[in-house]
């Protein structure tokens, strides 16, 4: 999370410096604000993820194993076998 954090910090500053160039210093109104609010927003997602993290690997060592094996969808996307492959597997076993 950090690298991507750091991208975009980076990326918003070069276009307030890009921004900065091309229009001047009321481009710096808007875009010094956005920095600010946007390095708000990742130090609060940062600090929500640990908690969050947390409480999964808690919820993760309530069960040795899933409680409900394969889950809601097992078996949805299993291609079908032909009936006559599935008799000759039964007899070889």
Not at 23 to 47: K, N, Y
């Amino acid at each position: 999370m950090g690298r991507l954090a750091g991208l975009v910090i980076g990326l918003e500053a070069a276009a307030v410096v890009v921004a900065y160039l091309a229009f001047g210093w009321p481009m710096l109104l808007i875009g010094i604000p956005a920095l600010v609010g946007t390095a708000f927003v990742l130090l609060f997602v940062h600090l929500s993820e640990k908690p969050r993290a947390r409480l999964q690997e808690v919820r993760a060592s309530r069960y040795e194993e899933a409680p409900v094996p394969g889950g809601l969808m097992s078996g949805f996307f299993e291609v079908p076998v032909p009936r006559g492959a599935a008799e000759a597997d039964r007899t070889r076993a």
